[in-house]
């Protein structure tokens, strides 16, 4: 009990707010339908307004085409153009709201979806972020402050402010770095499940499968006290999901979520992906190619607004009620990023997603796709932007042999496009060693 007065007490500190916006979503979440979509439309209004006064590139956009907020309604905001990555590349300057972006905070992406982008979110975004979190690891059987296993990223971009890792220390929660995925790391996995006994496994759906796989075949039984997985940053195929669920005997709740606008979509007990509907709005466009792809606006960010936001994803539409009577809506499936694990030059398995992280920070990169034709090769196929030299392959190459070792073989191709596959699916890593 007093662990769990301390955890809350200093996530509370490392984000204000967080605890108020989380019981405000576990209320929420069972508002009927007209009343959420109400709730949505309040926000919209709000900030096609705010976009359209203090935005550039909205106000100059909108009013080529003759849109003004006070002509807002459902079927003309459909009507208003998508924001797309290149766009956000090369017009970030006027994407921004100036007066706001003294207190924003800075981020970026790896580039999972094809096109690393680098923007600002408002400073409150990480609260608002972790309560939608911490209410779907609720879903789980999670309890604020139960101890996590997280088989995640380079624990650099976990953050490391001191409250932080104290947070982690005082509810028990450790990380497995999924950049260095070995028979040594999955064991201090496993000791931690036996030990340690945390409610909650959550990873990159890659990476926990490749622990099933060697608690699998290694023989290993686990007595743990999990009372759910939770799976994200790749799509969770129905073969993955069988394999986790063969090994750990607990049901997986599968996430869907990006850096720019957070978390998209959870999985419940029942088995539906409820949109984040509190924060967010979600469209569903076809392509001439007859795919669906997934539109976001993001209900809250006002420093950067990212309205009718072209994601890069692939999905569809529900329009079922779940049996859990939660009124959020429901997202059909997801058919977006897929990476597979790659080898590193002694053979220990690296997580696809971790590596968006070597790309994060690099504007000179419009796309990237990791390729490993055989064991201690990769090849890095690269569309290059303004400013890419000498220099940033160079970077690429350092951060890479840091990762997969010295004698990693390591090629640079350079094409125009990276395509997506004819499914929609954009593939970040793809290898043909490791399966």
């Known amino acids: 009990m007093m662990r769990r007065k301390i955890w809350k007490t200093l996530t ?3 984000y204000p707010k967080i605890f108020r916006l989380q019981g405000s979503l ?7 339908r007209d009343q959420i979509r109400e ?6 209004k709000a900030l096609v307004a705010h ?3 203090d935005v550039p590139f909205y106000r100059r956009t909108w009013s080529e085409i003759g849109f003004h907020p006070d002509d807002l309604t459902p079927d003309s905001f459909r009507q208003l153009p998508l924001l797309k990555k290149q766009t956000i590349k090369l017009r970030a300057d006027d994407l921004v709201c100036r007066e706001l972006l003294r207190n924003a905070r800075f981020n970026s ?3 999972s979806t094809g096109e690393p982008i680098q923007f600002y979110q408002d400073r409150g975004f990480p609260s608002i972020f972790y309560a939608a979190a911490f209410r779907h690891n609720r879903w789980s059987g999670w309890r604020p402050g139960d101890p996590v296993l997280r088989l995640w990223g380079n624990p650099s971009d976990l953050g490391g402010a001191v409250r932080q890792r104290i947070s982690r220390i005082i509810s028990g929660g450790t990380t497995i770095n999924a950049f260095k995925l070995s028979e040594e790391s999955f064991e201090r996995a496993r000791h931690f499940l036996e030990t340690t006994k945390p409610t909650l496994l959550t990873g990159y759906s890659s990476a926990v499968v490749a622990f099933a796989e060697y608690l699998g075949e290694s023989g290993r039984t686990i007595e743990h006290n999990l009372r759910g997985i939770i799976t994200s940053a790749e799509v969770l195929t129905p073969e993955m999901r069988r394999k986790i669920q063969q090994v750990f005997k607990v049901r997986v709740y599968d996430r869907y979520g990006c850096r720019e606008v957070g978390l998209i979509a959870s999985q419940c007990e029942y088995g539906s992906l409820h949109v984040n509907d509190e924060n967010l709005l979600v469209e569903y466009e076809e392509t001439t190619g007859g795919l669906t792809e997934i539109i976001v606006t993001d209900l809250n960010n006002r420093v950067m607004p990212f309205i009718r936001y072209k994601i890069g994803d692939v999905g569809r539409s529900s329009i079922r009620n779940c049996g859990c009577g939660r009124g959020l809506t429901v997202m059909g499936e997801v058919s977006g990023r897929t990476t597979e694990l790659l080898l590193n030059a002694d053979g220990g398995i690296i997580s696809g997603p971790a590596l968006t992280l070597v790309f994060k920070d690099l504007r000179e990169v419009r796309q990237v796709q990791l390729f490993q034709p055989r064991a ?13 030299s000498h220099d940033t392959e160079g970077l690429i190459l350092g951060r890479l042999l840091e990762i997969f070792g010295a004698r990693m073989q390591i090629q640079f191709e350079y094409p125009d ?8 699916k954009y593939r970040f890593a793809i290898s043909n060693v490791h399966n």
């Open 39 to 44: 709730l949505q439309w309040s926000k919209l």
């Open 376 to 388: 201690g090769e990769l090849i890095v196929r690269l569309v290059r932007d303004g400013g890419y």
């Open 109 to 111: 992406t790896g580039g």
């Open 12 to 14: 509370s500190l490392r």
């Open 26 to 32: 576990e209320e929420s979440q069972w508002w009927s």
């Open 417 to 424: 496009v990276i395509a997506s596959e004819s499914s929609g």
């Open 51 to 53: 976009a359209y006064a």
